[in-house]
């Protein structure tokens, strides 16, 4: 079903405010993201939790301060068409009491102009947190993206809401503590004919580059893309951009080299900002 889901700040503890859709109302396909459906501090959490002690008035009422949240090591989130990907999502903070819990989860709006937000929920009851000093801690959780529930418009920058429990029960909240990209796995091939091939004879060099098409379930063409040719030679480690080759409507590529020597032949891609670079393995073609 679909939720739409709040969060507030409830006698220490924080509950979801929920209004769901019957599920005979809500659409069983890639367009319907999951809700956010459950998320707060455990009550063993909050119970565990130290009071704090000899703190002045004015410092038991400060609200942690989170300072910094880093998502999936800050590079971006690739998603093929199957396969789930687990997130890791890193929250530091600090406050006098010293840091008890965090929470997260990953989000996307689907309109802006609506308050209909869906995503991923945090996989643990609680967070692992590893103390830098008596006031900061960094907690670490994770979030794991399932494909079935994405579609291709959501290949584009989502969310993390970051939420922190002092050891005397603040709570602090920040909903967008930080952004990362969603990409679409892409994959690249080459075929470099004939092989064996006579020195000054014509090589073709073809392929496709194709991403996942999370509505499908499958990889299709990224068409009309910018792919460079490259080659390296047999004994070097190192390939050199020979041409820049433009792919067809679906995908595919081709262009005719001349033989001069042995090496691979491969295609590399740049990547756009919802498909990530990827080169082919190299194809050897053996000059006589």
């Not at 509950?15 to 809700?35: G, I, N, R």
Request: proline share 4%.
């Amino acid at each position: 079903m679909r939720i739409r889901a709040t969060v507030a700040a409830v006698s220490g503890a924080l509950a979801l405010s929920t209004l769901a859709v019957p599920a005979s109302q809500a659409a069983q396909s890639h367009d319907d993201l999951p809700a956010i459906t459950s998320f707060g501090f455990p009550a063993q959490d909050r119970a565990a939790a130290p009071k704090a002690k000899g703190l002045a008035a004015s410092k038991a009422a400060a609200l942690p301060v989170i300072s910094k949240v880093v998502v999936n090591g800050g590079k971006p989130i690739v998603v093929g068409t199957t396969a789930t990907k687990k997130v890791s999502i890193a929250i530091t903070a600090s406050h006098p009491s010293g840091i008890a819990d965090a929470a997260t989860f990953l989000w996307f709006s689907k309109d802006a102009a609506t308050d209909m937000y869906y995503g991923f929920d945090q996989n643990e009851d609680a967070a692992t947190c590893k103390a830098a000093s008596a006031t900061t801690s960094t907690c670490t959780l994770s979030v794991t993206v399932d494909p079935w529930y994405l579609t291709n418009a959501t290949a584009t920058y989502w969310k993390a809401a970051a939420f922190v429990l002092s050891n005397d029960f603040e709570i602090a909240e920040k909903y967008t503590a930080a952004q990362i990209r969603m990409q679409r796995l892409s994959k690249l091939d080459v075929n470099a004919a004939p092989e064996p091939v006579k020195k000054g004879k014509t090589i073709t060099v073809t392929g496709k580059l194709s991403r996942a098409n999370w509505e499908t379930g499958t990889y299709k063409g990224y068409a009309t893309q910018s792919v460079k040719l490259q080659f390296r030679k047999k004994n070097s480690s190192t390939y050199t951009t020979v041409k820049t080759v433009k792919g067809s409507s679906t995908g595919t590529l081709k262009t005719t080299v001349k033989a001069v020597e042995d090496g691979y032949w491969r295609w590399s891609f740049a990547g756009t900002a919802s498909t990530p670079a990827v080169s082919a393995t190299g194809d050897f073609v053996d000059v006589k």
